[in-house]
């Protein structure tokens, strides 16, 4: 009774955070807040003391485990459904690729200097690659929110797509190439797409609700969801068969940010040792993990938006590679998923989690009336 009463007070602070900053804060801003502040605080101070529960107990219910696998499900096909608005153009893969390789080159460097004890090659991969993750959907939520010029914003969120793209693909890959014959099922279920087409049904929930079981039962048997939500959206494109959630708009937002996100913040952060932290986690790792995600993350956009339109000014290139150095929801899903697979420890987790709360909060920390700015004299140049 006691770990159910937890996890719905936990539910109801990030509710709370969420209708208190509704029009100062964008959701995953207050969601990241909770999770790194509020709830490490719940845990230490009420919980462990006044209902002698640990975080191992708080994580042990087998409906949690379930439910966890659902968000995370749910979350990851969201996050994948982006792929199918992908739309190349040669501004988009300029920036793109040395905003892709020049963190990705960081990340892994940084984990065989500092966290030499990881999980080896794929480990090292996968910090890579979340060094270059941006996140689409709070990007998308950002521009809106100050009013970028569209043209602009299209440019920079098909880059972001392209990145993620690289990103969620390479891992998927180099994840299922241990174990090749795991890929076969996930492949062979990601090709239903041109059976229904065969079958003439043109409905849009019957591509979407598949997708959505499918990603479960694959997550729930351990095969690589991920190769085939890429694979599957791959298909829908080839088909020009548009992607609609199975819920409206308003009540798949409500689903997302009442619950899925929530949870699965909550579950990564009480798997955080936060009595032995000081310890597994030296002030040089904290510092490396906070600051070179962000350096080198925007010295690659930098130089991506340098190739792609040179005659930019550099206050315009800077303010822009700081939008695509957001991290928000994409890069909780992927630092879930490392987690999830044993590839970091709890602790990295962590760091990275700052890094990610950080990251999103920098371009606000630099004022909406700046990048407004200079959002207009793009807009007039152009």
Known sequence: MSVA??????????????????????????????????????????????????????????????????????????????????DLSPACVKIALPSFLVPMLAGVACSLWLLPGERGWLSALGIGLLFSITAIPVLYLFLQSIGYPAADSK?????????DFMCWSLFGLAQGSSQPTTLLWPLLAALLPLLLHRLTLRHPLFYSLPFFALMLVLQQLELNALVFGIAYMLCLAYLTQPFVLPLAPRHWKGLLN?????????????????HGLGQHL????????????????????????????????????????????????????????????????????????????????????????????????????S
């Open 5 to 86: 009463l937890f996890w719905l007070l936990a539910l109801a602070i990030y509710a709370l955070v969420a209708i208190i900053g509704a029009r100062r804060l964008i959701p995953i801003v207050g969601q990241l807040l909770v999770a790194a502040l509020v709830i490490p605080t719940l845990l230490l101070l009420w919980a462990e003391p006044h209902w002698q529960l640990s975080a191992a107990e708080l994580l042990a219910p087998a409906w949690l485990n379930f439910a966890y696998g659902l968000c995370f499900a749910l979350l990851l096909g969201y996050i994948l459904s982006d792929v199918i608005d992908l």
């Open 258 to 274: 009442g619950i899925a996100v929530p949870l699965i913040l909550t579950y990564g952060v009480l798997r955080v040792d936060f």
């Open 155 to 163: 440019r920079l969120l098909h880059a972001a797509i392209l990145m």
């Open 282 to 381: 030296s002030g040089l790792v904290i510092v490396t993990l906070l600051a070179l995600p962000v350096i080198s993350k925007v010295l690659g956009s930098w130089l991506g938006l340098h190739w792609a339109d040179p005659a930019a000014s550099a206050r315009i290139k800077w303010r822009e590679s700081l939008l695509l150095n957001i991290r928000g929801l994409t890069e909780i899903v992927f630092l879930n998923l490392l987690l999830q697979l044993q590839l970091i420890d709890s602790t990295v987790y962590f760091g990275l989690l700052l890094m990610s709360l950080f990251s999103t909060l920098l371009p606000a920390l630099l004022g909406r009336h700046a990048v407004n700015h200079e959002a207009k004299a793009r807009y007039e140049i």
